[in-house]
């Protein structure tokens, strides 16, 4: 394989919300390419409930993202991060339009991403490495269920683009990936309804939904040295959903 198609010799990754569907397909992306992970969850019960298995190089943590302490702490306890990935998010239909749960959500998605980015600044400039957030195509594509989780990922669009300019001065790449529609548990109750899941697969150009895995070599390419040009932009990956 192609140097510029891999992960150099020691590689380290932290997946915020690894231990999600999507943080853990990513984080067994990084695991298959030789890297080591540091996957985390909000609480003990979402690491009880991963689908990530016990592999070598692999580490599961608790984090609260919410918690300027504890992300900080965290943060200092790694010696090597070559990448960040911030995948840790929460959605809460119809309630969005209570104050405190659209606050609730976008401290978790958004000020949670910036929480991180900012704790693991040091380690990242000290590496050259790269940070990838999870956005979402509800950046631009809003819902009307869900103000706070629509606004919190236009906000890491814009987050993402803001750190890019500012920390490429200290070689850090800021790149984000938009999910379209993808399967997991965050809508696996929507999903039952088979005439919503079926309109939604047929819009796309694949006509079906994507899978967790679906997203985790777009991540994985934007912290290779092959995308080494690439800050400040949003990889969309919908299977075509915006497309037409």
Not at 37 to 62: I, M, S
Not at 88 to 117: H, P, Q, S, Y
Not at 119 to 132: D, H
């Amino acid at each position: 394989m192609s140097s510029n198609f891999s992960l150099a010799p020691g590689f380290h990754a932290v997946v915020i919300g690894g231990a999600g569907d999507i943080g853990a397909a990513i984080s067994n992306q990084f695991c298959d390419l030789g890297a080591t992970v540091t996957a985390t969850g909000a609480n003990e019960t979402d690491l009880a409930r991963t689908l990530l298995k016990p592999r070598a190089g692999l580490a599961l943590a608790t984090l609260d993202v919410t918690d300027d302490a504890a992300v900080t702490s965290f943060a200092q306890n790694h010696q090597r991060v070559d990448a960040l990935v911030n995948c840790a998010g929460i959605l809460a239909r119809d309630k969005e339009f209570e104050i405190e749960t659209f606050m609730k959500v976008v401290d978790v998605n958004l000020t949670g991403t910036f929480r991180t980015c900012m704790a693991f600044r040091s380690r990242l400039a000290e590496t050259k490495g790269s940070i990838v957030n999870i956005a979402s195509m509800n950046a631009t594509l809003a819902l009307p269920r869900i103000p706070a989780y629509c606004a919190s990922k236009g906000g890491v669009v814009m987050l993402t683009k803001a750190l890019a300019l500012k920390w490429a001065e200290e070689d850090i790449r800021v790149n984000a990936v938009a999910p379209g529609y993808i399967e997991t548990a965050i809508n696996a109750a929507g999903r039952t309804d088979l005439a919503h899941y079926q309109r939604i697969a047929d819009r796309t150009a694949f006509k079906r939904w994507g899978q967790p895995e679906d997203i985790a070599g777009a991540v994985a390419f934007l912290c290779m040295p092959a995308s080494r040009y690439a800050t400040g932009t949003v990889v969309v990956v919908d299977g075509g959903f915006l497309a037409g």
